[in-house]
C-alpha cells in the first residue's frame, strides 16, 4: 500500500501551527493586561525592521516550534491524566478497567507526587472532571465502553490475531490485558491490511493532537486570568468561562481519542479472518 503525505500534513497544521499561533496571541493579550508595557511579536518585528509580509514568516516557524513544545507538554499532562483517571481507550471500550488516579505497581509514593502535581496543573480540567465527570456521570456521554456483542467480537479478533499472526500461542502467560500493549500490535495491523479505514484515523488523530493542544493553551489562559481576577483586572466570570472551555475541550479531546481507537479496532475486527485449520 503507497501512502503519500504531503510536507505539511493536517496535523502539522492543527497539531502544531494552529495551537502555537494561537498560544502567542493568547501570551500578547495577557502581557497587555498584566504587564501594559510588554511588546508583543509585531512590535519585535517592527523593531527588527522587518515589514509586515517578512513578519509572517518568523511567525510561522516560531508558532509551529511552539505547538511542538506545547504537543509534549500536552502529551505528559493532559493526556496523562485521562489515562490515570480513565484508563486508555483502546482498553475501557474493551471492558478492561481502571486501576484508579493514584494506583502505581512501581514507586507508588513518587507517583502519587506527581499524578497529584499534574491534577493541580490541569486544575479547572481535574476538578470538573471529578465532579462532572466521575462523580456525576459526564464520563459516559464521551468515555463509555462498547456493548457487551462488540467487545466480545473483538476480544476474539484481537486474541487469535496475537496468535495466528503474533505467533504467541498463550498471550495471556504474558500479563493481563490490562498491562499489555495489544493495542499497538492491532493497530499497526489494521494500517497494513485496512487502507480504507486509515484516511479515517488519521483525521482522528488530527483532531484529537488539536484538541488535547487547546485543552492545555486554556488551562494556562486560566492561570494569568485568576491572577488578574484577584488584583481586579478582569471580573471572575471570565475565570469560570475559562475553565468551562478547558473541561470542553478535554472531553472532545477524549471523545476522539476514544473514536481513532475504536476505528483501529474495528479495523482491526473486520480486516482479520482466521486461516482455516
Not at 507538554?73 to 485521562?82: H, M
Request: overall charge positive; hydrophobic content about 50%; some cysteine.
Amino acid at each position: 500500500m503507497e501512502l503519500k503525505q504531503n510536507p505539511f500534513s493536517l496535523y502539522d497544521f492543527l497539531g502544531y501551527f494552529t495551537p502555537g499561533a494561537i498560544l502567542l496571541y493568547i501570551a500578547g493579550y495577557f502581557g497587555k493586561i498584566i504587564w501594559p508595557g510588554a511588546p508583543t511579536f509585531h512590535d519585535v518585528a517592527a523593531q527588527a525592521g522587518l515589514e509586515k509580509a517578512e513578519a509572517y514568516v518568523p511567525f510561522v516557524l516560531f508558532a509551529y516550534a511552539i505547538g511542538h513544545l506545547l504537543s509534549f507538554v500536552s502529551s505528559v499532562t493532559i493526556e496523562r491524566y485521562s489515562i490515570w483517571a480513565m484508563g486508555y481507550p483502546s482498553k475501557y471500550l474493551l471492558g478492561v478497567s481502571q486501576a484508579g488516579y493514584f494506583h502505581s505497581d512501581r514507586h507508588p509514593a513518587v507517583r502519587a507526587v506527581i499524578r497529584s502535581a499534574v491534577f493541580a496543573l490541569i486544575l479547572p480540567i481535574s476538578l470538573m472532571d471529578l465532579v462532572l465527570g466521575r462523580l456525576l456521570g459526564m464520563r459516559d456521554l464521551y468515555a463509555k465502553p462498547l456493548d457487551d456483542l462488540l467487545i466480545q467480537i473483538i476480544r476474539e479478533k484481537v486474541y487469535k490475531l496475537i496468535q495466528v499472526v503474533g505467533g504467541v500461542e498463550n498471550p495471556a502467560q504474558h500479563g493481563k490485558a490490562y498491562g499489555t500493549d495489544f493495542f499497538r500490535f492491532a493497530y499497526h495491523y489494521a494500517v497494513e491490511n485496512a487502507p480504507h479505514h486509515l484516511p479515517k484515523m488519521q483525521n482522528y488523530v488530527a483532531l484529537f493532537g488539536f484538541l488535547r493542544n487547546m485543552s492545555l493553551i486554556v488551562v494556562i489562559a486560566f492561570w494569568p486570568t485568576a491572577y488578574a481576577v484577584v488584583k481586579g483586572l478582569v471580573a471572575w466570570p471570565a475565570l469560570l468561562a475559562l475553565a468551562v472551555v478547558s473541561y470542553l475541550c478535554f472531553m472532545a479531546f477524549v471523545k476522539f481519542y476514544r473514536r481513532f481507537c475504536l476505528e483501529a479496532l474495528m479495523a482491526t475486527a473486520v480486516s482479520y479472518n482466521r486461516p482455516a485449520t
